[in-house]
C-alpha cells in the first residue's frame, strides 16, 4: 500500500503537470509573488482580476504526534491593487504518540475555514519596509466536528520587507493568533532572508516562533527553495526543525502554486 508521503508527492507532481497547461493561458505580467514556502508571509497583493492559489503537503512531528496536511490550500482574490481576500483551508490527518478516548486512532479532518484579507499599507522607502496587513478568522461550524472550537479564532499580522539590490531581500512579520478556546493570545514572529538564483530560483533561510505569556516560547528553524516553471506557476520544497521544547519537532513540505486571471477587463 503507498505511504501517505508516496501518495503526497504523486499528487504534487500530477498537479504540477496539469497546471502548466493553465498558466500557459494566464496573461504574463510580471511573476508572481507567494506567501509559501516561507513561514513569512509576502507583502505584494495578488494582482487585480486574478486568483491565486498557493497549496502545500506537510508531513510534521509535534509532541510525538505525527501531523498529515493533505492539503492546506490559501486562496487569493486581487480586488484592487492595495487589497486582496483570502481563503485558507486545511484538511489534516492526526497520529497520536499514545492512543487516547479522545483519539484512539489516526483522526481526520477539517480545520476551520479562514476567511480574511491583506491590505497594503505602505510602500519601501529609505528604511521604512514595505508594509502590509494580514488578517483571518476561522469559523468554528466550517470544520470538522473533531476539529471545531467554541469560539471563533481570529489573527492578524505585520509583514514588512526590505530589499537589498535586485536579488536580495529580508522579510519578517510579528503578529498574534487566538486559538479559538481561550482569549489568551499567541504572539507569532517570522524573520526570512531571501535570495534569487538566476530567473528561476530562489532560496531562503528562516527563524520563527511564538511567545505566550506564562509559558516558555516556542522558537524554530527552516528552509527551503523554490522553483518558477513560469511567471503564474511554482514549485516549491522545504523542511524545519525546533530550537525549544514547546516548538515543532520538525516537519517538511511540497508546494504548488498558481496564478490564472479571472475577472480582469480584456
Known amino acids: 500500500m503507498a505511504t501517505p508521503l508516496l501518495k503526497i508527492r504523486s499528487f504534487f507532481w500530477l498537479s504540477a503537470l496539469t497546471l502548466i497547461s493553465f498558466s500557459a493561458m494566464a496573461q504574463q505580467s510580471g511573476r508572481m509573488e507567494t506567501d509559501r514556502p516561507d513561514q513569512t508571509e509576502a507583502v505584494y ?84 519596509p514595505a508594509t502590509s496587513l494580514i488578517f483571518h478568522a476561522g469559523i468554528p461550524s466550517l470544520g470538522s466536528k473533531l476539529f471545531r472550537t467554541p469560539r471563533w479564532s481570529p489573527n492578524f499580522r505585520f509583514t514588512m520587507q526590505h530589499t537589498f539590490g535586485e536579488q536580495t531581500s529580508l522579510g519578517y512579520n510579528l503578529g498574534a493568533e487566538w486559538n479559538g478556546f481561550s482569549n489568551q493570545a499567541t504572539w507569532i514572529y517570522t524573520i526570512a532572508p531571501g535570495i534569487e538564483l538566476g530567473k528561476r530560483w530562489y532560496v531562503y533561510a528562516e527563524a520563527f516562533g511564538s511567545i505566550v505569556r506564562g509559558e516558555k516560547p516556542a522558537h524554530a528553524v527552516d528552509g527551503g527553495v523554490a522553483y518558477y516553471v513560469s511567471d503564474d506557476l511554482k514549485l516549491d520544497i522545504s523542511a ?15 508546494g504548488i502554486s498558481f496564478r490564472l486571471a479571472a475577472f480582469t477587463n480584456r
Open 45 to 128: 497583493i495578488t494582482k487585480k482580476g486574478y486568483i491565486q492559489g498557493e497549496i502545500g503537503f506537510n508531513k510534521e512531528q509535534f509532541l510525538g504526534a505525527t501531523v498529515f496536511v493533505h492539503p492546506t490550500a490559501l486562496w487569493k482574490a486581487g480586488l484592487h491593487e492595495k487589497f486582496e481576500l483570502r481563503l485558507i483551508t486545511e484538511l489534516n490527518s492526526i497520529k497520536p504518540l499514545l492512543l487516547s478516548p479522545s483519539f484512539p486512532q489516526t483522526e481526520s479532518g477539517l480545520l476551520p475555514v479562514q476567511i480574511g484579507g491583506k491590505i497594503a499599507i505602505c510602500e519601501e522607502k529609505n528604511l521604512l
Open 240 to 254: 524545519g526543525t525546533g530550537l525549544s521544547e514547546q516548538a515543532i519537532d520538525n516537519y517538511v513540505a511540497l
